[in-house]
């Protein structure tokens, strides 16, 4: 970018992370893609697509696809509002710093350590949310209660970087608190929710590792989910069923991305164009 | 209505830290108040048993204790070295395919763990054979994929972006060869990127379970955040004390870098 002529260097110093990363992760992804169109683990025939359609019939397969589908259309909506708002009334109300410390603080928290709680609270006999068919509820709120610190660091790092004479100009010309919202501070945040909700999506793949120590490998159906099902292929040596699966998985998550990237970009032309 | 929203926000507050303090009250209570069953958070009496218990008979608590100190330091350790090599050519040297192989990056921090699971699993197999070196149930195999996630070098690689070209340049023209740029004008300017980075990768790895239920077959390799749950199930009555020992380092570390996060997890930033 800088000195043209020496081209080379740039190589020299990205190698160690790029022989690793390449050997580790890109290899691996695009060297799956074999496995999926192989009849099986120990059978290389060529079968196209049969393994994904198989996938897709497939009992488990449907039932982790449903749940993780259903947790992440849920639970990333509303950890995004409940961040947000949070964030809106520490700023405004400029509450003092353990408010945002104590929200902040789950997220030092693993996930192993606070089983204890939990089971106790949502698994005693009598009100036993975890083996109820509403277990998916207490996964939600886990998510929620771990996840908010996160987003809440990205927002006020906004808030505290935005123009005070817009917000001024706005209040001298009579805009109440919620317009101000509507049409100055929520446009100019799409950005920061663009990359907020990326985030918050690579951060919904985690919540295996909670659902795992609450309930192991084949936890109650309603909160089997896609990791679940890949892992359990993997211990069954169905790799073909696996690596089908994994990609189905990784479209979803791509897609969904690439629709946020043309929001951010479409924000971007418009507040150029303006 | 402020005092009232205040109020709001400080019980929104306490409901996120009563798991943790209720951990925390927990593991000062005696084995009868813990097998109880009944859900009260302040002990009926002040107990040192749990802790008493873990440390004087619970050697093997430790050992997974080091198992994840272990883990974890190699990963950050790893990460954080290659991370400022390979953050720094992004982001101010120029090679062959730059931009599309950092898409590649960005792409893979999007995948969730289980999806380079086999692949990555046949890798090893193959690395095995070839240098003959034992990958599968030991550390290496947790360790390598943790070094090379491209988590590292894109948070640094968008910190770095943010320094001026101009003081490289400068430095250039003054003889500067790009690894002393790197080392006495992008170091310095890097540190909360990069105790932001440590803080991250610190709380990711100590919470450290895929991995390890994959690759790893032997018990007595696990992490202590895995083994957690058998003394949940085997060893209820030291649970907590043993839960609150190992939260302690992840929030010491935490609430004193919680300053470098808000500045080093800025990267979307208002344009």
Same mark, same amino acid.
């Given at each position: 970018?800088?000195?043209?002529?020496?081209?080379?260097?740039?190589?020299?110093?990205?190698?160690?992370? +790029?022989?690793?990363?390449?050997?580790?992760?890109?290899?691996?992804?695009?060297?799956?893609?074999?496995?999926?169109?192989?009849?099986? =683990?120990?059978?290389?025939?060529?079968?196209?697509?049969?393994?994904?359609?198989?996938?897709?019939?497939?009992?488990?397969?449907?039932?982790?696809?449903?749940?993780?589908?259903?947790?992440?259309?849920?639970?990333?909506?509303?950890?995004?509002?409940?961040?947000?708002?949070?964030?809106?009334?520490?700023?405004?109300?400029?509450?003092?710093?353990?408010?945002?410390?104590?929200?902040?603080?789950?997220?030092?928290?693993?996930?192993?350590?606070?089983?204890?709680?939990?089971?106790?609270?949502?698994?005693?006999?009598?009100?036993?949310?975890?083996?109820?068919?509403?277990?998916?509820?207490?996964?939600?709120?886990?998510?929620?209660?771990?996840?908010?610190?996160?987003?809440?660091?990205?927002?006020?790092?906004?808030?505290?970087?935005?123009?005070?004479?817009?917000?001024?100009?706005?209040?001298?010309?009579?805009?109440?608190?919620?317009?101000?919202?509507?049409?100055?501070?929520?446009?100019?945040?799409?950005?920061?929710?663009?990359?907020?909700?990326?985030?918050?999506?690579?951060?919904?793949?985690?919540?295996?590792?909670?659902?795992?120590?609450?309930?192991?490998?084949?936890?109650?159906?309603?909160?089997?989910?896609?990791?679940?099902?890949?892992?359990?292929?993997?211990?069954? +040596?169905?790799?073909?069923?696996?690596?089908?699966?994994?990609?189905?998985?990784?479209?979803?998550?791509?897609?969904?991305?690439?629709?946020?990237?043309?929001?951010?970009?479409?924000?971007?032309?418009?507040?150029?164009?303006? | 209505?402020?005092?009232?929203?205040?109020?709001?926000?400080?019980?929104?507050?306490?409901?996120?830290?009563?798991?943790?303090?209720?951990?925390?009250? =927990?593991?000062?209570?005696?084995?009868?108040?813990?097998?109880?069953?009944?859900?009260?958070?302040? @002990?009926?009496?002040?107990?040192?048993?749990?802790?008493? =218990?873990?440390?004087?008979?619970?050697?093997?608590?430790?050992?997974?204790?080091?198992?994840?100190?272990?883990?974890?330091?190699?990963?950050?350790?790893?990460?954080?070295?290659?991370?400022?090599?390979?953050?720094? /050519?992004?982001?101010?040297?120029?090679?062959?395919?730059?931009?599309?192989?950092?898409?590649?990056?960005?792409? /893979?921090?999007?995948? @969730?763990?289980?999806?380079?699971?086999?692949?990555?699993?046949?890798?090893?197999?193959?690395?095995?054979?070839?240098?003959?070196?034992?990958?599968?149930?030991?550390?290496?195999?947790?360790?390598?994929?943790?070094?090379?996630?491209?988590?590292?070098?894109?948070?640094?690689?968008?910190?770095?972006?943010?320094?001026?070209?101009?003081?490289?340049?400068?430095?250039?023209?003054?003889?500067?060869?790009?690894?002393?740029?790197?080392?006495?004008?992008?170091? @310095?300017?890097?540190?909360?990127?990069?105790?932001?980075?440590?803080?991250?990768?610190?709380?990711?790895?100590?919470?450290?379970?895929?991995?390890?239920?994959?690759?790893?077959?032997?018990?007595?390799?696990?992490?202590?955040?895995?083994?957690?749950?058998?003394?949940?199930?085997?060893?209820?009555?030291?649970?907590?004390?043993?839960?609150?020992?190992?939260?302690?380092?992840?929030?010491?570390?935490?609430?004193?870098?919680?300053?470098?996060?808000?500045?080093?997890?800025?990267?979307?930033?208002?344009?």
């Amino acid at each position: 970018m800088i000195f043209e002529s020496k081209k080379y260097k740039g190589l020299l110093f990205i190698l160690p992370s +790029l022989i690793g990363f390449g050997i580790l992760y890109v290899i691996p992804f695009f060297g799956g893609i074999k496995y999926s169109v192989s009849k099986s =683990s120990f059978n290389s025939t060529f079968v196209a697509f049969n393994n994904y359609t198989d996938v897709f019939k497939n009992n488990a397969f449907k039932i982790a696809l449903k749940n993780t589908c259903f947790f992440m259309i849920i639970s990333i909506p509303v950890l995004i509002v409940i961040s947000f708002v949070i964030a809106l009334m520490i700023y405004e109300l400029k509450a003092p710093k353990i408010v945002k410390l104590s929200i902040m603080l789950p997220i030092a928290v693993p996930s192993g350590t606070v089983v204890g709680f939990f089971k106790k609270v949502f698994g005693f006999n009598g009100f036993n949310l975890i083996d109820s068919e509403y277990a998916m509820l207490v996964v939600i709120l886990i998510f929620i209660w771990k996840n908010t610190g996160y987003n809440l660091i990205i927002y006020l790092a906004g808030l505290s970087q935005m123009d005070k004479e817009v917000i001024e100009a706005s209040m001298i010309d009579g805009a109440n608190y919620f317009q101000r919202l509507q049409y100055i501070i929520i446009p100019l945040f799409t950005p920061i929710n663009v990359f907020v909700a990326i985030v918050t999506i690579i951060n919904s793949f985690k919540i295996f590792k909670d659902i795992y120590m609450l309930q192991g490998s084949y936890p109650n159906p309603k909160i089997y989910m896609l990791q679940h099902y890949i892992n359990n292929k993997f211990n069954d +040596l169905q790799y073909e069923k696996l690596t089908s699966s994994a990609y189905i998985f990784s479209l979803m998550i791509f897609v969904v991305v690439f629709l946020l990237f043309i929001l951010d970009k479409k924000h971007a032309k418009r507040v150029g164009g303006n | 209505m402020k005092k009232l929203l205040l109020v709001v926000l400080l019980i929104i507050s306490l409901l996120y830290v009563y798991p943790i303090i209720f951990t925390f009250t =927990s593991s000062f209570m005696s084995y009868e108040e813990i097998m109880s069953g009944n859900i009260h958070i302040i @002990p009926e009496e002040f107990n040192l048993q749990q802790y008493y =218990s873990i440390i004087t008979f619970k050697g093997e608590y430790f050992h997974y204790f080091l198992n994840s100190i272990k883990l974890t330091s190699i990963i950050i350790f790893g990460q954080v070295i290659i991370g400022i090599f390979a953050a720094f /050519a992004f982001a101010k040297m120029d090679f062959v395919a730059r931009n599309l192989i950092f898409i590649l990056y960005i792409l /893979a921090i999007l995948l @969730p763990f289980q999806v380079t699971l086999v692949p990555n699993y046949l890798v090893f197999d193959k690395i095995q054979r070839l240098i003959n070196i034992k990958i599968f149930d030991t550390h290496t195999a947790i360790i390598l994929p943790g070094i090379f996630t491209s988590f590292g070098v894109i948070l640094l690689r968008q910190f770095i972006r943010n320094i001026p070209n101009e003081i490289i340049e400068t430095a250039m023209l003054d003889g500067a060869s790009y690894t002393k740029i790197l080392f006495k004008i992008v170091l @310095p300017i890097l540190r909360p990127a990069i105790f932001t980075l440590i803080i991250l990768t610190f709380i990711d790895n100590w919470n450290l379970v895929e991995q390890a239920i994959i690759f790893l077959d032997s018990p007595s390799k696990l992490p202590l955040s895995v083994f957690l749950e058998n003394i949940y199930y085997n060893d209820f009555k030291v649970f907590y004390a043993g839960a609150v020992l190992y939260i302690i380092p992840s929030l010491i570390l935490f609430i004193k870098g919680e300053k470098y996060l808000m500045e080093g997890l800025n990267i979307g930033g208002l344009k």
